[in-house]
C-alpha cells in the first residue's frame, strides 16, 4: 500500500531533515501571510489617490477569487487588486449557506464601545426593572422616530432607553429649539415622553446648557448620519424604525 510505506518511510526521516521541511513550510506561510498584506496596502493607496476626502478605514482580501472588501464612509465596497472596477451598494451572499457576508461584515466592522458612551448626554427612560440598555439617537421632528417610540418601543420592558437628541436641522429647522426645551424641562423625561408620545411641548421654556453640539460629534464620530439609528449593549447597531420582534430579539442577542 502506497500510503503506509510512505509513511513508514517518513517515520525513519532524520529530524534535522524534518526541521528543515518546517522551516521551509514556515517561510512559505510568511512569504504569503506578506503577499497577502502587501496586497492589500497597494490597494489601499490606490483608493486613498482616486478619493483623498474619504478615509479608507481598511482593506480585506476576501476568501472570494481575487476580490477585496473596502471600508470606507461607513459602507462597505469591493474591488480587486489592481483596483480597476468597484462594486458599491451590492450585497456578497454565500450561496451555499445563504449568508449576507456583507451585512455580516458591516455589523462587525461599526460595532461600537458601548460602555464608552456619554449617556450623562441623553435622556433616560427606564421600563420595568430596566435590565436591558438601548441608546437611541432621535431627532424630535423626525416622523419614524415617532413611529419606533409610539409603536415599536411601546411593549419592549425591562429596558433602559437612552435617547440621545441629536436634531437634523438641514430636514427640520425647528427641531434644534425643541430640544433645547425638552432638555432644560424641570423632569426631562417626562418632557420627552409628552412630546414623542402625544406631540406636547413644555409650556414654560427654560434656560440650561444644552448638550447638542457634543451629541452632534459623537453622532459624527460613530458615523450615525439618520435617526432613528439604535445601539445595543454589544456594540451592535440598527438603523430605522425597526419592527418590535427585531429590536426585541437584538435587545435578547446582546444580554447573551
Known amino acids: 500500500m502506497r500510503n503506509c510505506a510512505g509513511l513508514e518511510k517518513a517515520g525513519h526521516m532524520k529530524k534535522s531533515n524534518w526541521k528543515s521541511v518546517i522551516g521551509w513550510l514556515g517561510l512559505f506561510l510568511i512569504l504569503g501571510s506578506l503577499s497577502s498584506v502587501a496586497d492589500e496596502a497597494s490597494v489601499k493607496k490606490s483608493i486613498e489617490a482616486a478619493y483623498p476626502k474619504i478615509k479608507v478605514d481598511s482593506v480585506t482580501k476576501t476568501p472570494y477569487a481575487g476580490l477585496y472588501e473596502v471600508f470606507m464612509g461607513g459602507q462597505i465596497i469591493y474591488t480587486d487588486d489592481k483596483f480597476s472596477f468597484l ?11 445563504k449568508k449576507d457576508i456583507t451585512g455580516e461584515r458591516l ?9 464608552s458612551l456619554p449617556l450623562d448626554q441623553a435622556i433616560k427612560v427606564v421600563k420595568g426593572n430596566g435590565s436591558r440598555k438601548l441608546v437611541v439617537f432621535s431627532d424630535v421632528d423626525c416622523p419614524f422616530c415617532k413611529r419606533l417610540e409610539q409603536k415599536e418601543l411601546t411593549n419592549i420592558n425591562d429596558v433602559t432607553i437612552y435617547t440621545f437628541l441629536y436634531p437634523i ?3 427640520h429647522p425647528d427641531a434644534a429649539n425643541k430640544s433645547r426645551s425638552i432638555w432644560c424641562a424641570s423632569n426631562r423625561t417626562k418632557a420627552w415622553q409628552d412630546w414623542i408620545l402625544n406631540s406636547k411641548l413644555p409650556t414654560t421654556t427654560a434656560k440650561c446648557e444644552v ?35 427585531e429590536i426585541e430579539k437584538s435587545l435578547q442577542a446582546a444580554k447573551k
Open 107 to 115: 455589523d462587525e466592522l461599526t460595532k461600537i464601545d458601548f460602555n
Open 87 to 97: 462594486i458599491a451598494e451590492g450585497r456578497l451572499v454565500d450561496p451555499k449557506t
Open 169 to 171: 436641522e438641514q430636514l
Open 211 to 245: 448638550p447638542l453640539e457634543r451629541v452632534g460629534e459623537l453622532a459624527q464620530k460613530l458615523g450615525v448620519n439618520s435617526t432613528p439609528t439604535m445601539f445595543f449593549e454589544n456594540g451592535r447597531r440598527m438603523l430605522g424604525a425597526q419592527p418590535h420582534d
